[in-house]
């Protein structure tokens, strides 16, 4: 037999116990009620006599009206009690004592009225006292005594009822007490048939299932528990066997594995080192291109700056005499020497210029002011001071978002949106001219942006315009050296961060360039628009 066939026979047998302990309790309260109420009625029902024995004494005593409505409503609460006891004592025994009674009950009212017309008689007008009034008074007495004798034999007869309900209380607890006692001891029984040995059973079962699980985890995989039983512990047993011998064929085969794989692993970290030994050579290659790259830029930017800084006195000399000449000699001469002439003078004035802004792209690497919290809203307006007139010429309205206060140069910021903002009125439409600078939090940097509404430019060029001397006008129609950008863009890679244009021709450009916005994110990765293609 199975352990949950054990368990259900012995969960009905106890269920069964249990209901039939409950039925047993519920029906012996039931007689215990039945008896108490009707110890209580019969109780009420010999008080009830006495009371009517009282009334009758009264009666005869005071011969008065009003005792003979007391003893008739007495009599009535008696005849009631009688009914009840009629309905609750059902044994053959008791009804022929609740009948007894009643007929008592029956007799005492006739008796009464006898009584009563009696009196009724010894009241009337004209009766004298004599032979016949003495023998009324003692037929009265012993009318009177009748009815005392039939009361007593009523409260023998409720005395009697009220043993008979205690005694039906006694043996009701009697029984009850023995069934139960009966029931607990087959609940006992029940349990140390069924469950002791299921216990004892199980306690075995799972020493031994522990003893294997700690004999295979100590590694001895050939290791079987010793299980017999055809229930449902037999076959944990079984299963535990099975998982022992699946077990070990696992491990062989995940040995052969291991070492296979650690071949493998012996020749991967063989390529490893070779591959690591030259990542190295490559790495220190790399490190000493690098070092050889950046003292080959900074040997250029100083060959620039110093480049540039030497030509200023002899351009000025080529300029000024040039100058001169065009001064004095302008006019004098014949149209075609006139001509030269202002050629030279054009040419000088354009040389400094692109001498004066190459200066200036040398700078902002090697010269560059140091880093300080920078109000961006001042920079602007610097800005906008220092582009005053061409704002005003060209009517164009400037407008702004709140801007952030970061970490940087202020020179360097002020140049850097005096460009911006100067090619925004440069390449302006037909239009008046409208340029919005605003700046939003992006990841750890502020991503600024100046928006026109000017001419625009073609998409392919969004990198291009970027580039030293890259122009995509004419001189003629837009004046300039083309390094503004360039130097734009090296004084946001300075800052850490990275710009970027936007347009199309007609509608407008807009600028995009971010700087981070504390000194530890400057090297952290950069925005997607800095590294696309």
Request: proline letters at 3%; hydrophobic letters at 40%.
């Amino acid at each position: 037999m199975t352990i949950r066939a054990k368990l259900q026979i012995s969960a009905i047998v106890l269920t069964g116990c249990a209901a039939a302990i409950g039925v047993i309790l519920l029906t012996l309260s039931e007689v215990v009620n039945t008896a108490i109420y009707q110890a209580t009625t019969t109780n009420r029902l010999a008080q009830e006599i006495w009371a009517l024995n009282a009334l009758t004494n009264d009666y005869v005593f005071h011969q008065g009206e009003r005792a003979q409505i007391q003893w008739q409503s007495q009599y009535a609460s008696i005849t009631a009690l009688l009914t009840q006891q009629h309905v609750i004592f059902t044994t053959p025994q008791e009804r022929t004592i609740v009948e007894a009674a009643r007929q008592d009950h029956t007799s005492i009212k006739d008796i009464f009225a006898r009584l009563v017309a009696l009196r009724g008689a010894l009241q009337q007008p004209g009766i004298e006292q004599g032979p016949t009034v003495a023998l009324s008074i003692e037929l009265e007495e012993r009318l009177a005594s009748q009815i005392l004798v039939r009361s007593q034999s009523m409260i023998g007869a409720a005395t009697q009822l009220s043993e008979s309900s205690l005694t039906a209380r006694a043996r009701a607890h009697r029984q009850a007490n023995v069934l139960t006692l009966a029931l607990i001891v087959t609940l006992i029984l029940v349990t140390a048939g069924t469950v002791l040995p299921l216990y004892r059973h199980l306690g075995t079962t799972m020493a031994k299932l522990l003893e294997g699980t700690d004999v295979i985890a100590r590694g001895n995989l050939d290791y079987r528990v010793e299980i017999e039983s055809t229930d449902e512990i037999g076959q944990v047993g079984r299963a535990f066997n099975t998982m022992a011998a699946r077990l070990k064929a696992s491990y062989e085969s995940l040995e052969d594995k291991i070492r296979d794989r650690t071949t493998e692993l012996a020749l991967a970290n063989a390529e490893l080192q070779r591959k690591i030994a030259e990542r190295k050579q490559a790495e220190e290659a790399l490190q000493r291109t690098a070092a050889e790259l950046a003292r080959s830029n900074a040997e250029l930017e100083q060959f620039a700056y110093v480049a540039s800084h030497d030509l200023q006195e002899p351009l000025r000399t080529v300029a000024g005499f040039t100058q001169l000449l065009a001064k004095r000699y302008t006019g004098q001469l014949d149209a075609k020497a006139d001509e030269y002439i202002a050629f030279a003078v054009d040419g000088a004035t354009r040389m400094h210029q692109l001498i004066t802004d190459l200066l200036e792209y040398s700078r902002v690497g090697t010269r560059g002011e140091p880093f300080q919290p920078t109000d961006c809203t001042a920079v602007l307006q610097q800005a906008l001071t220092s582009l005053a007139l061409t704002i005003q010429e060209s009517r164009a309205r400037v407008t702004h978002n709140p801007l952030p206060t970061l970490s940087g140069a202020a020179g360097q910021l002020t140049r850097l949106l005096q460009n911006l903002i100067g090619n925004a009125l440069k390449y302006r439409s037909e239009r008046p001219p409208q340029v919005h600078i605003t700046a939003q939090p992006q990841g750890h940097a502020w991503l600024f942006a100046v928006q026109d509404n000017g001419i625009g430019f073609d998409p392919h060029h969004a990198e291009r315009i970027f580039g030293v001397f890259q122009r995509l006008h004419t001189r003629e129609k837009y004046p300039g050296t083309g390094i503004g950008l360039a130097i734009c863009r090296k004084i946001v890679e300075r800052h850490g961060g990275c710009i970027w244009a936007e347009g199309r021709p007609g509608e407008g450009a807009t600028f995009y360039f971010t700087i981070p916005m504390e000194e530890s994110a400057r090297h952290e990765q950069p925005h997607p628009e800095c590294t696309a293609d």
